[in-house]
């Protein structure tokens, strides 16, 4: 099956710059790559994700990367603020596991002011 | 994207009870729900697909005896822990998918519905 990795567990950022948050995947048939972003006692929220047939996609600041031979993804936030505090799941599928999301581990972002 | 409830969103009850939790779909037919477990500062593990006018698929290791999915309709799909005990205790959340909208792979999640026993 399919198995995700996440990196890194934790981290921690001053307002205004970057982060950065990567995962590996190990079906390359997978086709679809989607992040999640889960606040305290919620249930997770789809910010962006991407398809297998294209390398980078951007919504304002929020970036998502997609290297598939090496058979990993990445999600870029830009000018982060303390809102985006939170955790962020990656995800990936594949069609042909009855579309079947299999989470990495979570990243746990703070965002200092 | 769909718009998702659970009910409740919390419920505590006492070992040995059965707790009932609802999942709707709130603004399309949703042929496929979800359900996912969550333990505190882990991550999201798939319980069981589940698909409407069908039985459910459990993943390998969740006991569907105690574990009870119905998806009688396409907006509701109910889960309920029998005889629960505080093993159980954690958070409980659904999704929906199966595109409706034309995006088959998309999953659209609820609230989550936080399980404690005593």
């Known amino acids: 099956g399919e198995n995700v990795e996440q990196h890194p567990s934790t981290l921690s950022v001053q307002e205004g710059d970057s982060a950065v948050i990567k995962c590996t995947y190990s079906d390359s048939a997978s086709n679809y790559f989607p992040w999640y972003k889960q606040e305290l006692g919620k249930g997770p929220q789809l910010i962006i994700d991407i398809r297998s047939n294209v390398g980078e996609k951007k919504d304002q600041r929020i970036a998502v990367t997609l290297n598939k031979t090496a058979k990993h993804f990445s999600l870029h936030i830009t000018e982060t603020q303390p809102e985006d505090s939170a955790v962020y799941f990656c995800a990936a599928t594949f069609n042909n596991a009855g579309n079947m999301l299999t989470f990495g581990g979570g990243t746990r972002l703070m965002v200092k002011p | 994207g769909a718009v998702v409830s659970q009910h409740p969103s919390w419920v505590i009850c006492k070992s040995g009870t059965s707790v009932k939790i609802e999942c709707r779909s709130l603004?399309?037919?949703?042929?496929?729900m979800f359900w996912y477990r969550q333990f505190p500062k882990q991550s999201l593990m798939l319980m069981a697909t589940?698909?409407?006018?069908?039985?459910?698929?459990?993943e390998q290791g969740v006991e569907k005896d105690k574990f009870l999915i119905n998806h009688a309709s396409l907006t509701l799909s109910t889960l309920t822990v029998t005889s629960a005990h505080p093993e159980d205790s954690s958070f409980y959340i659904c999704?929906?998918?199966?595109?409706?909208?034309?995006?088959?792979?998309?999953?659209?999640f609820g609230p989550g519905t936080r399980l404690t026993v005593l």
């Open positions: 603004d399309f037919q949703a042929t496929t």
């Open positions: 999704s929906v998918g199966g595109g409706g909208w034309g995006r088959p792979d998309e999953q659209f």
């Open positions: 589940s698909n409407e006018g069908s039985k459910a698929t459990y």
